[in-house]
């Protein structure tokens, strides 16, 4: 019915519009917008334009992705894609040193439909050896998206970072079932119901959930959700952190099961540092 009457309506504009085409054909020719020209739109419209449904369950799940959007291909089509089952990692005989810098900052915690995400707008980077990445936003996942050894944990907060040049860095926190979390407190108050919802400004810091060390493993993979995007550098941090039974089940009531199934390795290293 709803189908219906959007079609209807859309035929009606069509029409009106060809119509208006018709009697004043010359001006509207001459008047035609460059091709192109809607990569002048501002960027959250161009991506709204871009962007199909998709979720986690059903024919818009994972295993469809691909077949969503012609965006979505790499889904499908990649090689390197996250998240992965960590198997007997390398051990590396070189240094990586993981250098975070997160300043608190106010923010706004969202319900996208896929997961809470919380922009970040104050300056927090990540160095990773001598190179400088900036904390764009972190979300979270139900079960974790990265298994260690065949097996998941409860939850993974992803910490996605971002370069001058557009390279990413994701850094994974693993949480685990335990004492609940103060930090986890806080978002959560502030968790919106619905994708319509806005949180009031909260003051938070990054920095407060990170666990006691950043021994790590590291491998080249992607995005884990469309379109899939190759090239991201992830880094996995191998001392998880601790919420409470009720703090997974208040994010699961909420948002549900959120995580793409592993992915084939394809004989990538995986280095633990
Ligand atoms: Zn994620």
């Avoid at 198997?87 to 997961?115: C, M």
């Avoid at 319509?196 to 993979?221: M, Q, R, W």
């Avoid at 952190?241 to 394809?266: L, W, Y």
């Amino acid at each position: 019915m709803i189908k219906n009457a959007v079609r209807a309506k859309r035929f009606s504009y069509y029409f009106a519009v060809s119509l208006i085409g018709l009697l004043f054909g010359t001006a509207a020719a001459t008047e035609k917008k460059p091709a192109g020209d809607q990569d002048k739109l501002p960027k959250a419209q161009q991506d709204a334009r871009l962007q199909s449904h998709w979720g986690y369950m059903g024919i818009e799940g994972p295993t469809h992705w691909a077949m969503l959007s012609p965006q979505y291909m790499t889904c499908e089509a990649g090689s390197k894609q996250s998240p992965i089952n960590i198997h007997a990692p390398r051990h590396s005989n070189t240094q990586e040193t993981l250098a975070f810098d997160y300043k608190p900052t106010p923010v706004h915690v969202a319900n996208n439909g896929h997961t809470i995400q919380v922009d970040y707008k104050s300056y927090s980077v990540l160095h990773v050896n001598d190179r400088t990445y900036r904390l764009r936003q972190f979300h979270f996942h139900d079960p974790s998206e990265h298994e260690i050894e065949g097996v998941r944990y409860p939850m993974e907060l992803h910490l996605v970072h971002q370069d001058s040049r557009g390279h990413i860095v994701v850094v994974s926190v693993f949480l685990e079932l335990g004492a609940a979390n103060p930090w986890i407190a806080k978002i959560w108050n502030w968790m919106p119901k619905t994708t319509t919802d806005v949180s009031t400004p909260l003051f938070i810091n990054v920095a407060e959930i990170l666990p006691s060390n950043t021994h790590h493993y590291t491998y080249k993979g992607s995005l884990t959700t469309p379109p899939c995007t190759e090239g991201v550098q992830w880094i996995l941090l191998e001392k998880p952190v601790q919420i409470s039974v009720d703090q997974q089940k208040r994010f699961a009531d909420i948002i549900g099961e959120n995580a793409r199934p592993v992915q084939p390795t394809h004989d990538r290293n995986v280095e633990e540092y």
